[in-house]
């Protein structure tokens, strides 16, 4: 089955730096790469998400990149700010079956 | 707002006991999924259910019984629960396209504990 590994697992920025988060995946049927922010207590919500047939995609300050060759992807946020402090999952998925990486706690130091 | 409705928000029962969990969406989904996650951890698939069939079984315990009685509605029956069965049961929903994957999108949760 398919085997999503992130890394790093805990990572500290200052407010206004560049955070980036990176994931690798095993299965290369994998066609949809979304990335997930849970706060505490809190459901999973969806920030960004890119399918197989595309390199890149932006939406504002996040940005997602997708290596199918290598079988990696990465999420980067741009201009950090502290209500970004969350964790964030990255996943991989065909068809209906979806599968998260371990998580990344992000800490946004004012 | 959550588009995805799950009820109960906490539910607390003994072993022995016999509780279901609820979940509801009117986006018009034909995908419906239970996860399970445990404090700290990523969320993980228990069950897939596509066109109120079930199409995908992670090898979950029998003392987790899912049911999709409409395109609208989800449980998760529960019995004979375990200890390490505590966690937080995330239901999501989806568009179904056959081959491509759609977004995901969770409810809030039940937080479950077995004394």
């Known amino acids: 089955g398919e085997n999503v590994e992130q890394h790093p697992s805990t990572l500290s920025v200052q407010e206004g730096d560049s955070a980036v988060i990176k994931c690798t995946y095993s299965d290369s049927a994998s066609n949809y790469f979304p990335w997930y922010k849970q706060e505490l207590g809190k459901r999973p919500q969806l920030i960004i998400d890119?399918?197989?047939?595309?390199g890149e995609k932006k939406d504002q300050r996040i940005a997602v990149t997708l290596n199918k060759t290598a079988k990696h992807f990465s999420l980067h946020i741009t201009e950090t700010q502290p209500e970004d402090s969350a964790v964030y999952f990255c996943?991989?998925?065909?068809?209906?079956?979806?599968?998260f990486g371990a998580g990344t706690r992000l800490t946004v130091k004012p | 707002d959550t588009e995805v409705t799950q009820t109960p928000k906490h539910l607390v029962m003994g072993m022995t006991n016999k509780k279901s969990l609820k979940c509801e969406q009117h986006m018009g989904h034909r995908a419906m999924y239970w996860y399970k996650q445990k404090a700290k951890k990523p969320p993980e698939l228990m069950f897939v259910y596509s066109y109120e069939k079930l199409s995908i079984n992670e090898s979950v315990p029998s003392r987790f019984s899912p049911e999709c009685p409409n395109s609208s509605l989800l449980n998760l029956h529960l019995h004979a629960l375990q200890p390490e069965d505590s966690a937080l049961y995330l239901c999501?929903?989806?568009?179904?396209?056959?081959?491509?994957?759609?977004?995901?999108?969770f409810g809030d949760g039940t937080r479950l504990s077995i004394l």
């Open positions: 890119i399918r197989s047939n595309v």
């Open positions: 996943a991989a998925s065909k068809n209906n079956d979806m599968r």
């Open positions: 999501a929903s989806s568009q179904d396209r056959g081959g491509a994957a759609q977004p995901q999108h």
